[in-house]
C-alpha cells in the first residue's frame, strides 16, 4: 500500500515538472521571439499594393515587404517605384493603388487636395539628405557644390519637372548661385536611381541623389553634404492611405507596421532619419 502510495507521488511529481519545462519552454520562446506571425486571418486574400518613391526601393524588397508579409502570411505585398511626380500622375490616372509613399509633400500635398489621400493615415515619416557623389574611382577634384561651376563633363540629377531629388538639386544649385552656371552640363534623370546609376556607371562626371542612394552601392563615394542655407526644404518623406484602396484594413495594418519600432529600425540601417 505504502509502495503504491508513493508511486503515484511520484507520477504526479513528474507530471508537475514537466507542466513546469513545458511552461517555461513556452516563456523562453516568446522571450527570444519565437513565431512572428500573427494570428490575424481576417486579412488574407489580400494585396497591397505600394506606390512608393524610387529611392526606397531596396528596403521595402530586402527587408521590410519580407518582413511584414512574414508576420501576415496572408496578405501579399506588391510595389511599384518610379519618381515621386510619376507616381502622382499614375494614381490621378487611376493606378490601382493602396498606400503611397512620397519622397517629398508636394506629390502628397497635391493628391490630397484632389482628395485621393485619407488624410487621417498622412504621416510625415522620414528625412533623407541630399548629397554630391562622384565614381568610387574618381579622381576629380570636386570637393563642394561651388566645384561644379569648373565640371566639363555631365552632372547628374533628377528632372526637376517630376523628380523630387531633382527639385531638391535645383533649389541647392539656385541658392548657391550657380545654377545658370551648371545647367548646360545637366544629365537629367527619370528619377533618383537613374541618377545614381549613371554616376556609377562613369556616365556622369558627379551627380546629386540622397544619401540614402549613395550608401547602397560601393560604384559611388559621397563629395559632401547640401549646405544647410541651400536646402531650405527638408527632405520628408509622407505616406499614407488612399482612397481609392480596395483593402484599406490591410493598407492601414501595413502603415500601422511601418510605424513600429523594428520597421524604423530598418529605416535607419538603410541611412534614413526618422521624422519627429
Known sequence: MKSNRMLIVAVIAIAVVVLGVGSCSAGLFDIFGGDDTTNDTSLDGQEINLAAAASLKNVYDEKLIPMFEEKYPGVKVTP?????????????????????????????????????????????FLENKVVLIVPADSDSNISSFEDLKDVEGNIAIGDPESVPAGQYAQEVLNNTGIWDAVEPKLSLGTDVTAVLNQVAQGSADCGIVYATDAKSTDDVKVVCEAPEDALKTPVIYP??????????????????????????????????????
Open 80 to 124: 511599384t517605384y518610379a519618381s515621386s511626380g510619376d507616381l502622382q500622375t499614375q494614381i490621378e490616372n487611376g493606378l490601382d493603388a493602396d498606400v503611397f509613399m512620397s519622397a517629398a509633400n508636394k506629390q502628397m500635398d497635391a493628391l490630397v487636395e484632389e482628395d485621393l489621400v485619407d488624410n487621417d493615415t498622412n504621416v510625415q
Open 239 to 276: 505616406v499614407a492611405v488612399l482612397k481609392n484602396s480596395d483593402n484599406p484594413d490591410a493598407a492601414n495594418k501595413f502603415l500601422e507596421f511601418l510605424q513600429t519600432q523594428e520597421a524604423k529600425d530598418i529605416f535607419e540601417e538603410f541611412g534614413f532619419t526618422i521624422h519627429e
